[in-house]
């Protein structure tokens, strides 16, 4: 075969592959494999419900390399971000992380994301998408100031659950138990540094590791041998949803629509519609949307995110809101659905118009039995804190399980 013929024609189209990839390609014993930006990605590895069991009850890892990874640093970099972002970032400690959103000037929210202030002037940005064209915008007029993307030189691998403390004192990192939840701490590796953060997305005890690239298969292989009495097991995007919803956590395409990325009017939110208003410092100098929040928080948005518990086992995906069991009035839509085995109960996130926020709420729950669909109509409750949460999650120093 000559040379020209052996070249891939569809190289720039084929999905990347993670650096813990030679690994997880082993574990994935159904082959069910997704893609997030641009990465060939695991949807589950052996069975969903018995991943997310191993993340409540012992420990799992999360592969978290597709996620866009920006490095700005500078004598500028603190005043660019606290312009991009909603949080006040001069407040945000070194060594610390903080969980923030990014809005339009209309207020409608761009993304999500964290953001790491790794020195005075040097940040790490974490989103979920890639986020570079909105930065190099957000830069202009900082001249000192350089925005590095970061997200294929950096192996991130989440580790989560009960055990997953245990796992990391096992493998030596000493100091790990005075690690606050949003706190970083840096161990020499292998001659480089291995960064972890105490941060997470399932509500549970749990740590995110950070490494270049060329150590990621040896930092997989100690956490994997460090792991072994822990009950270690990888889990893939299913889990990760079920976790997360008990948990209160929103996702992006399922409870909020990027704003660069709708095509209706509206069809995204803000920081108040998600109940995150909490991260919006309207004291602090200005930030891209600040007038806009301004306005809406005098006004009240027009829709908020509720938390519901729902009458019966039939989850209310993709079910609409209504006011009474008749269906008079059509007030809202089901985000996220499930039925929770951690709660044993039926839960759901739903965005409600705000001018309904005081009356009855019912889901209209269609599902199909051997072909045929079934409708039931369930009263839903509004649920004012997180369906799930435990003291270890944020204990220092954390139990050893």
Known sequence: MSEVAAVDP???ERLKLSPFHPRLEVLNLRDAWSA???YKFADCYYDAEYEYFCIRNKCGTYDICPMQKYEIAGPDAETMINRLVTRDVRKLGLN???????????GRIIDDGTVFRLASDRFMLVCGSSCVAWLEKAAYGFDDLTIRDVSDEIAALSLQGPTSYALLKRMGLDGIETAKPFDIQHFPYHGETLMVSRTGFTGDLGYELWIPNALALTMWDEVYAAGEDFGIQPYGE?????ARLEAGFIMPYLDFTEALKTVHFEHDQTPYELNLGWLVDLDKPHFSGKQALLEEKARGPKWRLLRL???GNWPAIESNIYNDEACSRDIGYVTSAMWSPAVKSNIALAMVRSEHLDGEFWAEIYRSKDLRPYRRMARCSVQKKPFWQHARARATPPAEY
């Open 36 to 38: 997030w930006n641009g």
């Open 10 to 12: 569809y190289a720039g």
């Open 238 to 242: 299913a889990a990760t949803n079920m």
């Open 309 to 311: 518990d729902i009458e």
């Open 96 to 106: 610390r992380v903080a969980y923030t959103v990014w809005c339009t000037d209309e």
